[in-house]
């Protein structure tokens, strides 16, 4: 309220203060009301509703939510306790074990804990409730820290032998922060021309024809078979990561039905899709429907927004103050609220202060006033790492001390514009090496070599300024290299 009036002392003796002002006045008389009177007013107020405000949250779920306080503050601190989480899920190889290994009842999930709902941690499973995932959330939203947190959250409950990530952000890299230093990371894509879309599509059905032909061999028919073996050479889950799904779309059609095409085959072969977008209408086809079973809708930006991630139009109406506040559907009519937890702050032992607001109550939603900064605003900014700097640290040294190895990357780097000669050293007299070929389709790249006496003769095709010249000039010196080799092709 801006003014209050204090009537301990009688309607003829009271006191008026202006709050904003500061100032009071006393000996004021006021003109008093029936108790009748006001209890019929007030009946006459009940049915009002303002159309133009916002619902109030009545839930017991948080405002904020620290991540680190819902995975445990020890895992920050000590990569022996991450590592036994890991054990403790059976998410690490043990690679030193011979002879038959114990066969476990039932496979893992993918199960982690992202924020707080009510009354317990809220948590998400791609494995039971996906396979595939599609996030909405607007400008402001908290977007990209849900998923940063969710990311979080499955990387400190399963090691690199259970679970592996590939991002693809369109906005320039910038939505995963470190995650991308996380050992279960197997890479971030930021630009995908033409070339690099079918180059994806092809190391992304590798990937497929890998996994098959490794399952067609174990006699396994899928993943969850070999996990229950407990089997050393089980491949990990792959889950792609991909921001800003409805750019992506509209600039790169080919690859994201590439990808759902992908999605569609690769369910027992355990790849997962967490796709997010800001404006879901008009890039959710009745394939994605149908895949993605589980459904995140942070803040939208309308109701029909809400409506094409959810099925309902509650996230339109939460509140812009409160980013990460979001509701998920784990099933037909299945809507659970949350607070997605934050891992972008600082988590200390000290309890946290209690918080004081002021509000204007008024018709059209109450206005929050704005605090004046405290000497303690900048304090930390001087901190050290942050929460997601330091998990990401404690994960590392984990995956380092248990002997790891790093995983197999379906996704290798595109060729960089410059390969030294040295590093394609020939492994015969007979042979000359040319250049570093990319094979998208066997997930490698390998040295391209000359063989003079089976090729024959050699053509180089190139506009002016392709590097004709360079080429020439490389093959002579790996010829030189190789005398018996450059005696063939002199």
Same mark, same amino acid.
């Given at each position: ?163 592996t990530f590939l991002f693809v952000d369109y906005k320039g890299g910038s939505a995963f922060a470190d995650c991308v230093e996380l050992p279960h990371c197997v890479g971030l894509v930021t630009d995908l021309s033409p070339h690099l879309v079918r180059r994806a599509l092809t190391s992304l059905r590798a990937e497929l ?22 089997? %050393? @050479?089980?491949?990990?889950?792959? /889950? ?6 409805? =750019?992506?779309?509209? +600039?790169? $059609? &080919? ?95 000290? %309890? @946290?202060?209690?918080?004081?607001? /002021? ?6 939603? =109450?206005?929050?006033? +704005?605090? $004046? &900064? ?26 380092n001390g248990a002997g790891i190895p790093a995983p197999r990357r379906p996704w290798l780097d595109d060729l960089s514009a410059t390969v030294d000669l040295r590093d394609l050293a020939p492994d015969s007299d007979s042979r000359i090496p040319l250049a570093l070929a990319d094979i998208p389709e066997h997930q490698a ?39 018996? =080799? ?5």
């Amino acid at each position: 309220c801006r003014t209050f009036v204090d009537v301990t002392d009688g309607l003829d003796d009271a006191r008026v203060g202006w709050v904003r002002a500061g100032e009071e006045a006393a000996k004021v008389s006021v003109e008093g009301v029936s108790r009748e009177h006001a209890e019929h007013f007030a009946r006459r107020l009940a049915p009002i509703v303002d159309s133009s405000s916002l619902v109030p949250d009545s839930s017991d779920i948080p405002d904020s939510v620290s991540l680190l306080r819902i995975l445990g503050p020890d895992l920050a601190e000590s990569p022996d306790a991450v590592l036994e989480r890991w054990k403790q899920n059976n998410s690490v190889i043990d690679r030193a074990a011979t002879g038959p290994r114990p066969r476990l009842k039932r496979a893992g999930t993918l199960r982690a804990f992202i924020g707080q709902g009510t009354p317990d941690a809220m948590s998400l499973d791609l494995r039971t409730q996906g396979p595939h995932a599609l996030v909405g959330g607007t400008t402001g939203s908290g977007k990209s820290e849900f998923l940063q947190a969710w990311v979080l959250a499955m990387a400190a409950e399963y090691s690199p032998d259970r679970v592996t990530f590939l991002f693809v952000d369109y906005k320039g890299g910038s939505a995963f922060a470190d995650c991308v230093e996380l050992p279960h990371c197997v890479g971030l894509v930021t630009d995908l021309s033409p070339h690099l879309v079918r180059r994806a599509l092809t190391s992304l059905r590798a990937e497929l024809h890998h996994r098959e032909k490794l399952f067609h061999r174990k006699k396994a028919k899928d993943l969850l078979e070999l996990e229950k073996r407990q089997d %050393p @050479e089980t491949p990990p889950a792959l /889950v792609l990561v991909v921001d800003e799904f409805a =750019a992506l779309a509209g +600039e790169v $059609p &080919e690859f994201v039905d590439g990808v759902v095409d992908i999605a569609q085959r690769g369910r027992s072969l355990g790849i997962h899709l967490i796709l997010a977008t800001q404006r879901p209408a008009g890039v959710i086809k009745d394939n994605l429907r149908a895949n993605t079973n589980l459904r995140v809708a942070l803040r939208m930006a309308d109701a029909a927004d809400s409506n094409d991630v959810v099925e309902d139009p509650i996230a339109a109406g939460f509140d812009p103050s409160l980013p990460g506040r979001g509701i998920a559907k784990t099933g037909p009519g299945r809507l659970v609220p949350f607070q997605s937890g934050y891992a972008g702050g600082w988590t200390t032992d000290e %309890p @946290e202060a209690a918080e004081v607001r /002021v509000e204007d109550l008024r018709f059209g939603g =109450a206005r929050v006033w +704005e605090q $004046p &900064e405290t000497e303690n605003a900048d304090i930390e900014e001087n901190s050290g790492p942050n929460d997601q700097k330091r998990l990401v640290s404690s994960f590392i040294a984990a995956s380092n001390g248990a002997g790891i190895p790093a995983p197999r990357r379906p996704w290798l780097d595109d060729l960089s514009a410059t390969v030294d000669l040295r590093d394609l050293a020939p492994d015969s007299d007979s042979r000359i090496p040319l250049a570093l070929a990319d094979i998208p389709e066997h997930q490698a790249q390998e040295t391209a070599w000359f063989e003079p006496d089976t090729d024959g003769h050699l053509l180089v095709y190139g506009t002016s300024g392709a590097g004709k010249s360079a080429a020439l000039r490389s093959i002579a010196i790996a010829a030189g290299a190789n005398p018996a =080799a450059g005696t063939a092709a002199v």
